[in-house]
């Protein structure tokens, strides 16, 4: 089994709906990371959790929001979608517990299309 | 500016050639670390090497080689005898302290197409 699932995998929706991507991991790390990839932008960092109880905006937070329910589990929400939006979304995790803390481990992805 | 630069956006080349990506990189920090990750066509993302900023000592592994300059701010990446499997998308990236901790900052990306 994978060691960070993402779910959905794909997903279509429309203009204003609210939707969550959610990720889960079963590597025991502590850190975890929502980037969206656009063509040509590369990786853009939304929003990271070092636990629990830490939640840190990224680079681009505007639009949306997470929560970290769990140590495996870190949620990212759209409250109204819109179609620039519209990207790939990946879960990543990584482990303060070694040195390498900022080494990134990622889900598989969820292609998202707002219309 | 960016913070990491690939200015090759997409290269071309034929199996077995060498094929080198750049990568170029901008910070004031003196203790950070560069990236490599590789996106093949099915889309995963796969870390591949991680450097320190005291260590300059190139690295290889199998066909894989890092040229690590601090006097240039790059990391470049070197393929030797490409195959038509090394076709992805490459990322280099940079990690920088923010707040007590180090968050990594991505660059474009550089497509790489092998073709047999």
């Known amino acids: 089994d994978a060691d960070v699932t993402q779910t959905p995998r794909n997903r279509i929706t429309k203009t204003g709906k609210r939707i969550m991507l959610e990720c889960s991991q079963t590597?025991?790390?502590?850190?975890m990371y929502w980037y969206r990839q656009d063509p040509g932008l590369g990786l853009r960092l939304i929003y990271y959790s070092f636990d629990v109880k830490d939640i840190n905006k990224g680079e681009i937070s505007d639009g949306y929001s997470v929560s970290r329910q769990a140590q495996a589990k870190f949620s990212l929400s759209l409250e109204s979608a819109i179609p620039n939006q519209t990207a790939l979304y990946f879960c990543a995790t990584s482990d303060s517990w070694t040195q390498r803390t900022d080494t990134q481990y990622f889900g598989p992805g969820t292609r998202l299309t707002v219309l | 500016a960016q913070k990491v630069t690939q200015a090759q956006t997409e290269i071309s080349v034929v199996e077995k050639e060498d094929v080198t990506l750049d990568c170029v990189y901008e910070?004031?920090?003196?203790?950070?670390?560069l990236f490599w990750y590789k996106q093949p066509p099915s889309g995963e993302l796969v870390f591949l090497i991680r450097?320190?900023?005291?260590?300059?000592q190139n690295e290889i592994s199998g066909r894989y080689s890092w040229n690590f300059q601090k006097s240039t701010s790059s990391f470049n990446f070197t393929i030797t005898a490409s195959q038509v499997v090394d076709s992805a998308v490459y990322f280099c990236?940079?990690?920088?302290?923010?707040?007590?901790?180090?968050?990594?900052?991505f660059g474009r990306g550089t497509s790489l197409i092998v073709h047999p």
């Open positions: 910070t004031r920090d003196t203790t950070y670390y």
């Open positions: 590597k025991g790390h502590d850190r």
């Open positions: 450097r320190n900023s005291f260590d300059e």
């Open positions: 990236a940079l990690s920088e302290a923010r707040g007590g901790s180090y968050i990594p900052t």
